[in-house]
């Protein structure tokens, strides 16, 4: 079908992660392949894997080639162009953006510098993790901010474990000790996911490294876990981690980093071979040097409308974007299911000013929290519709839950009857594969 391009909209959404991904694919459902709009989708890498499974990805308990989604595929499937390049500028006089070269692993140019034009302009860039400038950081943690990342965390974990287990003499102390750093939902189900991994790994024979040696530790400056989260669920994971080991350090606010150690401001030296960073979060640095207004963690501020306070035909949504949280203090907080909300309205927002009306205003409705230690336990809190207080579940009950927030953004992308198909092939796969990925 050729379009006549020049007479419909450009939409242009630039990151395809939790947000822009859906946005991208209902866009170019509902618009693009009826010849309604143009739309592009723009992003750094090739692929997608939804980030909260990054930690899984990290672990090994999950195989991140068999779980990719490829843009390119699903744009053909969906009605909508993808791009692939790194946006870094922005001409919002001429209404264009501007993707940097992209290179090879060699440092070879592939692609050279390109703009596109657009009508409407959607950033969903998400976020990083934030080191707030303390020293040693960068040098020595790992982060879990993109499925590279995580694979190479994995690379490193399987690394470290066969040297242990054939290096002819038990493992020296804290030679496959683990420290996380920040006791989020990040910190708190990675440090489930490597109890399990280490299991597992003894279980497929690396068994002269026992589980029992290895000290897997968080640390948090705040004073207890999940401190985003309600109390009552910070207990129930507490009991949860202190029945598997994992060691809590709550109030100890990490000053530095070395080789070997983390350093507290309470004077504690924490040894550890691999020490994570999963301490707080700020978004792209690019995004403060746009001309739009951003806060002080490089998020773009935008309206109750998720229009940029800026420019009305630029949005920002997903953890990149400084919404204000109505009724309560702060802005809406960095998660998937606030990613999710906001696609699906600037999908409405988008289609309603195409047809020359106003844009709706975005309230975050916050469904719950639930957070998984792996095979061992997921807890969580579900909040009322009816009242203004929040059931704490936990067991299978919460594990479904769980389960299913994922299985909604793939139902986003996919339809019901194709993740239906996708979730029987993962039964049959996990049948004849290990739990965990071995190389
Ligand atoms: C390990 C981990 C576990 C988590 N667990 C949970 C959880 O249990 N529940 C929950 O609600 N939230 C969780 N989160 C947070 C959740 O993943 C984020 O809130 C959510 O992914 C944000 O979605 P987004 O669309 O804003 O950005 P993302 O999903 O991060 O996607 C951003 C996209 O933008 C692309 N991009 C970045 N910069 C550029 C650029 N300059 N040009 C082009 N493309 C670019 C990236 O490649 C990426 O595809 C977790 C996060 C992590 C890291």
Known sequence: ?????????????????????????????????????????????????????LHEVAAGTLDSHQDEIEYLSQASHSGFRFRLGRMDQLDRDNKTISLAPTLNAEGDEIIPRRTFDYDYLVIAVGSISHDFGIKGVAEHCLFLDTTSQAESFHGQLLEAYVRAHTQGRPIDQGQLDVAIVGAGATGVELSAQLHEVSHLLSAYGLDEVKPAEIKISIIEAADRLLPGLPAKLSKATEVELDKLGVSVLTNERVIEITEDDIKTESGKTISAAIKVWAAGIKAPLFLSQLGLATNNINQIEVKQTLQSVTDDDIYAIGDCAACPWVGHEGNVPPRAQAAHQMASLTYKSIKKRMAGKAAPEYHYHDHGSLVSLGKYSTVGNMMGNLSKGSLMIEGLFARVMYLSLYKMHQVALFGFFRVGMLSLSHLFRRSVHPKIKLH
């Open 1 to 53: 079908m050729s379009l006549n391009t020049q007479a419909i909209p450009k939409i242009i959404v630039v990151g395809g992660g939790a947000g822009g991904l859906e946005l991208v694919t209902k866009l170019g459902r509902k618009l693009g392949k009826r010849g309604k709009a143009q739309v592009t989708l723009v992003d750094n890498t090739q692929t997608h894997i939804w980030k909260p499974l």
